[in-house]
């Protein structure tokens, strides 16, 4: 299984600011995936993050609202941008591992007021 | 669309009983994972079932696959309070994306 690790843990955000998260992975990986979690909900997948070439963002999700960088094949960020309340959420990173699994990374907890 | 429905939402049990839950779609899937969701966490991965009517034993956990793989139970016996949580099933659609349930929230009292 892969190791994930993701920078913040958490944190509290000011309205129409942005916030950029970090995932890093203990392994060269070909897809990573970012998901939201609000609060007391499963899991909604936001988009795919390929390296060298663009996101693909799931219905509801948009780019300029969620840019997506995948640089290399260990190392995904997300940004929130222009947040607003309704975006608080976990955010959570993943990747897929040997027989058709997922490994999610422990999750960054955001707060906006 | 895929869906994938779980029930009972909601299961506050004392420690030492049995519960079952249940995770069900009218979508036939390549595979399906129960993940455990404790608070604060990412959810971390029990199980994958990939044959269809497929068994898996975890401990005091036991994971069934449908027949038909649209379907999948997970059994606990003798329900402890480590085993709180968000129990979540996530099934594979051919490699082409996950769809995850709702989840179920169990709690075990002492």
């Known amino acids: 299984s892969a190791v994930i690790s993701q920078k913040p843990s958490r944190d509290i955000c000011q309205r129409g600011t942005s916030l950029t998260i970090q995932c890093q992975v203990d392994?060269?990986?070909?897809?990573m995936f970012w998901y939201r979690q609000q609060p007391g909900q499963s899991l909604t997948l936001i988009a795919t993050?390929?390296?060298?070439?663009?996101?693909?963002?799931e219905s509801g999700f948009v780019i300029d609202k969620f840019p997506i960088s995948r640089p290399n094949l260990t190392f995904s960020t997300l940004t929130v941008s222009n947040m607003s309340p309704e975006d608080s959420s976990i955010y959570l990173c993943s990747v897929s591992g040997t027989s058709e699994t997922q490994y999610f990374g422990p999750g960054t907890r955001l707060l906006v007021l | 669309t895929q869906l994938l429905e779980q029930s009972p939402q909601f299961l506050s049990i004392q420690e030492g009983e049995n519960l079952t839950v249940y995770c069900n779609s009218s979508s036939v899937f390549s595979s399906l994972q129960w993940y455990r969701q404790e608070p604060g966490e990412g959810p971390v991965l029990l199980v994958t079932?990939?044959?269809?009517?497929e068994v898996k034993k975890l401990k005091r956990l036991t994971f069934q696959f449908g027949d038909a793989r649209k379907d999948s139970s997970l059994h606990i016996t003798a329900a402890q309070p480590g085993d709180t949580g968000l129990y979540l099933c996530a099934g594979d659609n051919y490699g082409q994306n996950f769809v995850f349930g709702p989840g179920t929230r169990l709690s075990v009292l002492p």
């Open positions: 079932v990939v044959t269809g009517g």
């Open positions: 392994s060269q990986v070909t897809m």
């Open positions: 993050a390929n390296q060298g070439s663009e996101a693909t963002y």
